[in-house]
């Protein structure tokens, strides 16, 4: 979805200037996406997300009775997702994983570790011989695979089936299985194989590769004769930013899994996807501060730009977006600027000619005061951002929540209709404080004002 919905769209034109821009978050939106996902996959799929994608407290609670976890990639990830879904299984991932990450997983009873080299599986084995000696550490050793049939070419970012630092070399398999079943390292279990190749791949691609990790984790079980209980096969379903209303193919890929996973009845397979789960569910909305002409072409200058929504500069594409009249008088001395044309290109407030966030945008008539709503701002967006370079104000972040949404994405989950509403329930109680607290002290003046849209969302 890139128009913003109805909520979204009325607090985007109801904030007043100086509040923007301002992150808009529509969880009811969100539920009834993730109950379409789970919809489409099979019982026997788990699927964890991939935090990194978005990691606001609120978009994690409100995930919560769609998946079966969360991947976290860093010791930040471990605590702050701890934090705000206590209780939920983590998995993590991640090159470079220091000692003291590792401890903190430890600690905190970390359920899976994907280790990512033979380096790391020592160090994760001495700690957890020191700190854990009770316990049996579940491990996916992650391998980086090729894949031959060209299904990692559409990728927009491949970190596989080439030269990457992500991942084991599948030379090292047989080394890495060795020890972790020959008695050297007793008190880690070897439960599976992990593979994240690549991001951007649509259902068809996806299946393939999914196919080709299962495969290869089939045949090194099989070599071994060991018992493999898991395959993670990663995320990276594909977000169109050029043609958002296309959503990925979620029941093709559901039925090829179930198809999968029948012929390897003993496995658990495990999916972490991230953008298509949240990118949809996030609009980045800012006000025109200026119209202007520059040799034969239109810019608007909107408040704010790519340091706080820096997906369009990353992956090197127009970011949706939708232009909302303002209707309110134009309230200074000096006169509104406005297009000429019918087409402008939007660019932020920054200092340098990359910080333009869409180009060719139609918006006839567009004015100062025009207010801009960049959709699938959801994922890798505000948090992946230089936020401080030109110190200009962060956003404010508001998440609505829609009875209607709720209620709908609700039906679409298994028997799971009370648990949605009662978590939903939970969510808005219980983030206003966590929301007013954190967010108060870091955006000056509006603790007040976030506390009243968490109530009235
Ligand atoms: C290991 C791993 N899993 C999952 C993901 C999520 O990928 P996406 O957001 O493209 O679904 C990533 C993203 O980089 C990743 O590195």
Redesign the pocket.
């Known amino acids: 979805m890139t128009a913003p919905t109805p909520a979204v769209r009325e607090r985007a034109l109801s904030l007043r200037a100086e509040e923007l821009p301002a992150y808009i978050y529509d969880l009811g939106a969100l539920r009834a996406h993730m109950a379409e996902v789970r919809a489409a996959l099979p019982e026997r799929v788990e699927l964890y997300y991939?935090a990194?994608?978005n990691p606001e407290p609120e978009i994690l609670a409100a995930l919560r009775p769609y998946v079966d976890g969360y991947?976290v990639?860093s010791g930040g990830e471990l605590a702050h997702v701890g934090k705000a879904v206590p209780d939920a299984p983590l998995a993590f991932?991640?090159p470079g994983k220091t000692p003291k990450e590792i401890t903190q997983a430890l600690e905190i009873g970390v359920r899976r570790f994907?280790v990512e080299s033979v380096y790391e599986l020592h160090m994760l084995a001495g700690l957890a011989a020191d700190l854990a000696p009770e316990r049996r550490i579940a491990v996916l050793a992650?391998f980086n695979l090729p894949v031959d049939d060209g299904s990692l070419d559409g990728s927009s970012?491949a970190?596989g089936g080439r030269p990457t630092p992500?991942g084991l070399d599948p030379e090292q398999a047989d080394e890495v299985v060795a020890l972790l079943t020959d008695g050297t390292y007793p008190n880690l279990e070897l439960v599976g194989v992990?593979a994240?190749l690549a991001?951007?791949l649509e259902a068809p691609e996806q299946l393939a590769v999914s196919e080709a990790i299962v495969t290869w984790a089939a045949q090194l079980a099989w070599r071994h004769r060991v018992g493999l209980s898991e395959v993670t096969i990663?995320?990276?379903?594909a977000v169109d930013y050029a043609a958002p209303e296309r959503r990925f193919d979620w029941p093709a890929y559901g039925a090829g899994l179930a198809r999968l996973a029948a012929a390897h009845p003993a496995l658990t397979l495990r999916i972490?996807?991230?953008?298509?789960?949240t990118a949809y569910c996030g609009w980045y909305a800012t006000e025109v501060l200026d119209v202007k002409h520059s040799h034969g072409e239109e810019f608007a200058v909107v408040r704010g730009g790519t340091h706080h929504l820096r997906t369009p500069a990353t992956k090197g594409h127009d970011q949706p977006c939708t232009v909302l009249r303002s209707d309110e008088p134009w309230p200074h001395p000096w006169p509104r600027s406005a297009a000429r044309g019918d087409r402008v290109t939007v660019t932020g407030q920054l200092c340098t000619p990359k910080d333009v966030l869409s180009r060719d945008v139609p918006a006839p008539g567009l004015r100062s005061g025009d207010r801009v709503v960049f959709g699938v701002a959801g994922?890798?967006a505000w948090n992946i951002s230089h936020h401080d370079f030109l110190m200009h104000p962060h956003p404010e972040f508001h998440f609505l929540d829609s009875a209607g949404g709720v209620e709908g994405s609700a039906g679409g989950v298994d028997g799971a209709g009370e648990v949605a509403l009662g978590a939903v329930e939970g969510v808005v109680s219980g983030t206003a404080e966590d929301v007013v607290v954190g967010r108060a002290e870091r955006v000056h003046g509006r603790g007040e004002r976030l506390l009243g849209m968490v109530e009235d969302g």
């Open positions: 991939a990194k994608a991947e990639s991932g991640g994907h992650r970012l970190m992500f992990h994240h991001s951007g990663g995320g990276g379903m972490e996807p991230g953008r298509a789960l994922a890798y």
